[in-house]
Nanobody, 119 residues
């Protein structure tokens, strides 16, 4: 069984910064696709940024230049550094992983962490 636990959300003023973390627990062989999504009420969950096992990364246009995704494979932890935050970044942010565990392949979601940006 693999679990993802996010932390680091909160309330911040427009222009501020937050750093989200996603800790993966369990017996993990590799995390091939590991990313951050966000969702606001009444809207579909959208990809914010993703990193691959080969160290590549992709960003949504809304995140480019402001957000940086990184991972610490030794700690099985994913990060999202968010700078220059805007009110439209307000959402619940979810961590998602497509990974190889000891007993098979898993696709897991975290429970989400709220980010609120005030104007």
């Amino acid at each position: 069984q693999v679990q993802l636990v996010e932390s680091g959300g909160g309330l911040v003023q427009s222009g501020g910064s937050l750093r989200l973390s996603c800790a993966a627990s369990g017996t993990i062989v590799s995390i091939d696709f590991w990313g951050w999504y966000r969702q606001t009420p009444g809207k579909q969950r959208e990809l914010v940024a993703v990193t691959f096992s080969g160290n590549g990364a992709n960003y949504a246009d809304s995140a480019k230049g402001r957000f940086t995704i990184s991972r610490d494979n030794a700690k099985n932890t994913l990060y999202l550094q968010m700078n220059s935050l805007k009110p439209e970044d307000t959402a619940v942010y979810y961590c998602y992983a497509d990974l190889q565990g000891a007993s098979g392949r898993f696709r897991s979601w975290g429970q989400g962490t709220q980010v609120t940006v005030s104007s």
